[in-house]
């Protein structure tokens, strides 16, 4: 099952910034898509929508997002049953609630839970579209076009080549990510890891587990690595 929407306008992008000169750098050596950002911040300034301050502040705050964040967001889900209930009914709230603004008006983000019925696996079938605000920047075989093809065609080939087996009475859906729409998805909590503190919780948590490529670690295997 997959679901297509348009990407009419992709906001996931590289910036370079500054006072659209760097010391040092001639403009004419940037590509094509570094000049285009430049075009870009310097019409927001002009327009007084947003100065190159701010835009810089927000491409840090993006920068400077990782992994990490989304595991903490699925380990208190996984240790807080009304905040579970929460983030999968009011993503937003949720997240302001533990620190993290998403960005706004767009792109939104949908929160699934995997469940020993149904698995879900993310693609963005056209670009990268990608929850960066907890995540981090995608990872390079999620932008690939293999990837983005096969997600759809064949998915359950695909989680098998990330060593994921899924039941075969179990749903597979295929969420096709959007400029407009993002999704996180919380995968179901490993055996073993009951009594376990949110930051023992979050170290099982792997990005591939958020994007429904692979499951979680398991405890035992976390306890061996150590």
Same mark, same amino acid.
């Given at each position: ?19 659209? !000169? ?24 002009? =327009?007084?929508?947003? !100065? &190159? *301050? ?18 903490? +967001? +699925? ?30 008006p767009t792109p939104k983000l949908d929160v699934v839970e995997n !469940? *020993?019925?149904?698995?879900?696996? +993310? ?19 999620? =932008? ?14 695909? $989680? ?20 407009? $729409? ?13 009594? $376990? ?15 429904? &490529? ?6 035992? $295997? +976390?306890?061996?690595?150590?």
């Amino acid at each position: 099952m997959s679901e297509n929407h348009d990407h009419a306008n992709n906001p996931d992008h590289h910036h370079d910034h500054g006072d659209h !000169t760097h010391p040092g750098m001639d403009t004419e050596e940037l590509g094509w898509h570094a000049r285009r950002v430049q075009a870009m911040e310097t019409l927001l300034a002009e =327009k007084g929508l947003l !100065t &190159v *301050a701010e835009v810089q502040r927000n491409v840090d705050a993006v920068e400077s997002r990782s992994p990490a964040d989304g595991a903490r +967001v +699925v380990a208190r889900a996984w240790s807080d049953p009304q905040f579970k209930a929460r983030l999968l009914a009011e993503p937003e709230a949720a997240l302001a609630g533990m620190g993290y603004q998403l960005p706004d008006p767009t792109p939104k983000l949908d929160v699934v839970e995997n !469940t *020993a019925a149904v698995h879900h696996l +993310v693609v963005c079938t056209l670009c990268s579209c990608y929850p960066r605000a907890l995540l981090g920047r995608p990872p390079d075989w999620y =932008k690939s076009f293999a990837y983005r093809s096969r997600a759809v065609s064949d998915p359950r080939g695909v $989680l098998q080549e990330f060593g994921t087996e899924i039941p075969a009475d179990a749903e597979v859906v295929v969420l096709d990510s959007t400029a407009d $729409l993002r999704y996180l998805v919380l995968p179901q909590r490993p055996a073993g890891a009951e009594g $376990l503190s949110e930051d023992e919780l979050a170290a099982l948590v792997t990005r591939d587990s958020m994007i429904g &490529v692979s499951q979680p670690l398991t405890p035992e $295997l +976390v306890a061996a690595d150590d």
